[in-house]
């Protein structure tokens, strides 16, 4: 069964809006989270990696003030894509791996959040 | 920086046939290796992972080996089926733990 879980899965909205995506580890603290951008057909685009308690680290290219990542918990990172326009469309996934980044476990990829600004 | 280099970006099959599907990385570092299929509007589904201190991992109809000297892994999937058709991605794991994901490859498994 799914061990990391992602919310909301569908989101249509304006121009303009703030969207907040949700990730949880179902049944493991995770200290790291990341997440991955996706366009249709593409490969997984990593966005950045969630710190618990910590500031998040963001890959090149992506504006850290657009996309807002709050972890404040062990089992929870979220997302915030920021006065969103319709290039911010896309399908956005965290993933999570029990023990830490670092840790020789898989990551576990949540089921993804379809983000359309109209 | 770091990359994953994967091909052939689409492969067509007949069911029962091999398919093989090769990767490339260029992070010295890397120590672990997972590959994902992936169907249309899902999530990445990890189907087998090899670390760097084994050549070759199997599991069934699906196999990976890895060359660390030449920085370089592959997918081999026996006997194809129909429901293997799918969108595979290789990855590579570097600093800090994160996963560099090769482009995909589009299989097709014709019946």
């Known amino acids: 069964g799914a061990v990391v879980s992602q919310h909301p899965s569908r989101v249509i909205c304006k121009s303009g809006t703030s969207v907040k995506i949700e990730c949880r580890s179902l049944d493991f603290q995770a200290t790291t989270m990341f997440w991955y951008r996706q366009f249709p057909k593409k490969s997984l685009m990593l966005m950045a990696t969630?710190?618990?308690?910590?500031?998040?680290?963001?890959e090149q290219g992506v504006e850290k003030d657009k996309f807002l990542i709050n972890h404040a918990s062990l089992t929870l990172s979220t997302l915030t894509v920021t006065s969103a326009h319709p290039e911010d469309s896309s399908f956005y996934i965290c993933s999570a791996t029990r023990g830490g980044g670092l840790s020789n476990q898989p990551q576990h990829f949540g089921d993804g959040t379809r983000l359309s600004i109209l | 920086g770091e990359n994953v280099e994967q091909h052939p970006s689409t492969l067509s099959v007949q069911e029962g046939d091999s398919a093989v599907i090769k990767c490339t990385y260029s992070?010295?570092?890397?120590?672990?290796f997972p590959w994902y299929k992936q169907e249309l509007g899902k999530r990445p589904q990890l189907i087998i992972d090899i670390r760097s201190n084994v050549g070759e991992k199997k599991d069934q109809r699906i196999a990976v080996t890895l060359n660390k000297t030449a920085k370089h892994f592959s997918l081999h999937i026996t006997e194809t089926q129909p429901e293997d058709s799918a969108v595979y991605f290789c990855?590579?794991?570097?600093?800090?733990?994160?996963?560099?994901f090769g482009q995909g490859t589009e299989l097709s498994v014709k019946p």
């Open positions: 992070d010295s570092a890397s120590n672990y």
């Open positions: 990855a590579a794991r570097g600093q800090g733990g994160k996963l560099i």
């Open positions: 969630s710190n618990e308690g910590s500031k998040a680290t963001y």
